[in-house]
Structure formats: C-alpha cells, structure tokens
C-alpha cells in the first residue's frame, strides 16, 4: 500500500458553499437593523398589540411602536432554531434550520397558462388541484404553498377554498396565504384533520402561514391577528417582506436587507412576547423596481443577492429562513425563464435558503401559474440539488485499487465498480444527450415538444395520495357552510 494511502479516511464530504456578505458585512446590518427598530420603529395599529409591546418594553407613541435592542435579542434567542415539516402521514420530513435548502412551489397567482393551447386564462379551481396534484407528484418539490387563486370562488373564502384544495390533493407540507385570523383558524383545523390532531401536528406540522408587512415598517390589522393567533396555537409562521428597490426602501441593496430583517424580526417580537418558542421563520422577497417599466422584477440578479444576505444573517440568527428562487419576468416558459430562475436556485442552494418559495411555479412576475414551467423546474432542481451534495471522497470513490488495476491506456466500461456507480449521476428526462443530427435534417424534436408532452402525460396521471372519504366529506360541509355565510 502506498504510504500516502494513510492519509484517506473513510469518506470526506463538503457542501459547495456561497456567501453574499461577509462577517463584518453581516454586523454592520444587524446593527444597523437594530438601530431601525429602536429608533424608527414599525407602525402598528392594533389595540391588543400595542397593549402586549408596551408591556414588554417596547416604546408606544400612538402608532409607532419603537423596539430596544435588547428585546430583539431576547426574540432572536427564544426562537427555535429548526423548524420540521412533515407530510400527512409522517413519511416524510424537512428540517429547515442553518444552511439547508428546501425547494417548495408557488403562491397564489390570478392567471394561468395552458400547456396545450398555450392560452391564458383566468386561475380557477381546476387549475389550482391540477398544479397541486402535478406537484405532488413531482420530488424535487419538497413542500408547496397554496398554488393560485380560485376565481371562480367568492372572493371573501377564496382563500379558504385553495388552502382545502392544497391540503386535500398535496401530501407534502403546505404553506398557505390567507386573509385573516378566522381563516387560518378554518384551515388550521382543516391540517389538524389531514394530521390526525393536536400533538401530531405539533411534532411535525403539515401547514403554516405566511405573514408580509406592508413596506415600508407598517403591519396591518390582519396581519397582527395572525399573527397572535399563531403564537397561541404555535402554527409555524413564515414573516417576510417583500420590497422594490427605490419604491419602499431607499437605492441601495444593503438598505434592503436592513428593512426586511427590520420588518420580519419586529414580527418575530410580538409572537415571541406571546408565546417564546412559538415556531417563527425569518423571510424575504425582496427585489427591485425596474425604473424602465416600474415593474417589481422578480427576475432580477439583485433579488437573489439581496434574499442570499438576508438568508445569511438568518443563519447568524439560528433562525430558519423563507428564501425565494426560480423566478422570472419572463411571459412563457423561454430562455430567459430557464436563464433567471436557475440561476436563483444555484444562489438559494449555495448560500442556503431554507424554505425556499415559488420555484419554477409562475411567469410574467407572479401573475401567470405554469404547469409546464413546474415541470422544467423538477429537471433543473435535479441538477441544482447535484450540485449543492457536493462530492465525496472515500476509498470507494477515489478507487485507487482500480485505477492500478486497468492502468495506461485501458477502459473501465466494464467494470463492477461502474456498473455500481454510474447512476449516481444525472439523467436528464427532458434535456437532450442524443448524437447530433446529419447536416440539412429539420430538426422534429424541440424542447417545446417534449415539454408539452411530458406536461400533459404527467397532469392525466392518477392522484398519488387520496385523502380519506369522511375527512374529503368534512372538507365539503366546511365549504359549503363558507359559502352559506
């Protein structure tokens, strides 16, 4: 054996790894976000709110309700520092906490594009179980969020009525968007149903809820009440904030990152003053304003940067993160979808985005919901996820014995250890490897082509996880009594 072989262990592993800031970079906005909210402050108008901050330390001045430093940290210190999400049944788990990375789908959207006709429509209920059931199915997906909005449904349960469809069609963990305290309190019973009561859920939670201020430092009623009622009930609560370059928060990326971890943490206050280690998940959507078009860019390299630090001081923190990838500005599923979203997941994977949202879900910045374009996001998340494992080295992998073994100028096709291994590679479904073609051949086979066939043949294949018959019967008189009232 050579003497250098003493060197090796068992197996040396190492995650590729990226930052956006660092370490002083990350003081001197956590500094600069505790000097927000002690000094500017947030503006909440709740009564009971207001009540409970004021009790806690926090300076009241009518509205404006101004934090100290050191109830921030004391917030900062109660929270959990993971989060586990689990499907219906347990068998399986996510455990957001650090550096990990959890691809999840889209939230609500008002249009849809057909994959068949290429028309766009308006987001009704059949779209939305479509999009969950084609995210059930599709494992790169590792949790979803309620996929689009009903608007076929009256607009004042809407809400209600995607979070039923998404918790009745998806196994997998769902985060929901919903109006109000008495909506979150209609679908939280709705996931205690699916998860079989209290302490199930709490072990691990099949459903959360999302919570955005309005930018700039204001929370809204709603918002609040949500708020409370998730600490009491200890639902896990994603807080994030969602902001425009040069609109609500001044032109200079840094001070975006102040903002929304101003925002996010100021909620992360009242649910921890509430109820400490109520589960609370630090967020960030935060991009620019194309001053060519006014238009919220969510196609933007900025954004990812911008998500990436924000995601970055989470990790200091040791709170978990809502990231944000797979976006893009572009009207139908191109180049420069593939080109803006991916590389958005490349960032979220390498700096670590903890739940990370609307994944190759929409187009046209948040408006349009695409099956097709979620069935390009499972084959680039493949490649993503690829990347982010990193690789290994051990003896088996380094296969010195075998190298020796077939030595100069010899082939290892058929190999043991090749038949063994070379499937731990990627093979794309829908990507291309074949032989190119003879010169002046038109070329039949598009990426279009294969797209929209796979598309379709996946979206008629069976439900894989049916709800039971009496909860799907309670899931309708919990509708209809919606609709009565």
Not at 1 to 10: A, T
Not at 443 to 470: C, G, I, V, W, Y
Request: one cysteine or more.
């Amino acid at each position: 054996m050579n003497k250098n072989r003493k060197l090796l262990v068992d197996e040396l592993s190492f995650t590729p790894s990226m930052k956006i800031l660092n370490e002083d970079q990350l003081t001197a906005v956590h500094l600069a976000t505790l000097e927000v909210l002690e000094q500017t402050g947030v503006c909440i108008k709740h009564p009971q709110a207001l009540e409970i901050l004021e009790g806690a330390g926090c300076k009241v001045d009518t509205d404006r309700v101004r934090i100290p430093s050191d109830l921030v940290e004391k917030a900062i210190s109660t929270a959990p520092k993971s989060l586990t999400l689990g499907n219906r049944d347990d068998s399986r788990q996510i455990v957001v906490e650090g550096a990990s990375t959890h691809f999840g789908a889209v939230i609500d959207c008002v249009n849809y594009l057909d994959p068949d006709t290429q028309e766009v429509s308006e987001c009704k209920s059949e779209h939305v179980v479509s999009m969950t059931k084609l995210c059930d199915r599709l494992d790169n997906y590792d949790w979803i969020m309620t996929l689009g909005i009903a608007r076929d449904m009256p607009e004042n349960i809407a809400d209600r009525c995607v979070a039923r469809m998404a918790l009745e069609h998806c196994s997998k963990p769902v985060i929901v968007s919903c109006n109000d305290s008495e909506s979150l309190k209609e679908i939280y019973e709705m996931a205690l149903l699916c998860k079989g009561g209290e302490q199930a859920f709490k072990n691990a939670p099949n459903m959360g809820t999302l919570n955005c201020t309005i930018s700039p430092l204001t929370h809204d009623d709603h918002l609040v009440e949500k708020n409370i009622f998730a600490a009491q009930q200890e639902i896990p609560i994603v807080h994030y904030s969602g902001m425009q370059l040069g609109g609500s928060f001044p032109a200079a990326m840094a001070s975006g990152i102040v903002m929304g971890t101003a925002e996010s943490l100021s909620g992360l206050v009242l649910q921890q003053v509430i109820n400490p280690g109520s589960p609370f998940v630090m967020g960030s959507f935060i991009t620019i304003m194309d001053m060519k078009t006014t238009v919220y860019s969510y196609g933007a390299i900025e954004m990812a940067m911008m998500v990436g630090g924000m995601s970055q001081l989470a990790q200091r923190y040791g709170i978990p993160f809502f990231g944000t990838a797979g976006c893009t500005d572009a009207k139908q599923v191109d180049v420069q979808a593939a080109v803006e979203g991916s590389l958005q997941d490349l960032v979220m994977a390498t700096v670590g985005g903890g739940l990370v949202h609307d994944t190759h879900c929409w187009l046209d910045h948040g408006s349009i919901l695409s099956p097709a374009h979620l069935v390009v996001g499972q084959q680039i998340l493949s490649m993503v996820k690829k990347f982010a494992r990193g690789i290994d080295v051990s003896t088996d992998t380094l296969a010195l014995d075998l190298i020796d073994k077939i030595g100069p100028g010899g082939t290892f096709l058929m190999e043991p250890h090749t038949m063994q291994n070379f499937k731990s590679v990627i093979y794309p479904e829908l990507f291309q490897r074949t032989m190119s073609q003879a010169p002046g051949v038109v070329l039949e086979d598009t990426l279009d082509d294969r797209l929209r066939e796979q598309t379709l043949e996946l979206m008629k294949a069976p439900a894989l996880n049916s709800l039971p018959k009496d909860i799907v019967a309670e899931f309708n008189r919990r509708q209809e009594s919606w609709i009565a009232d």
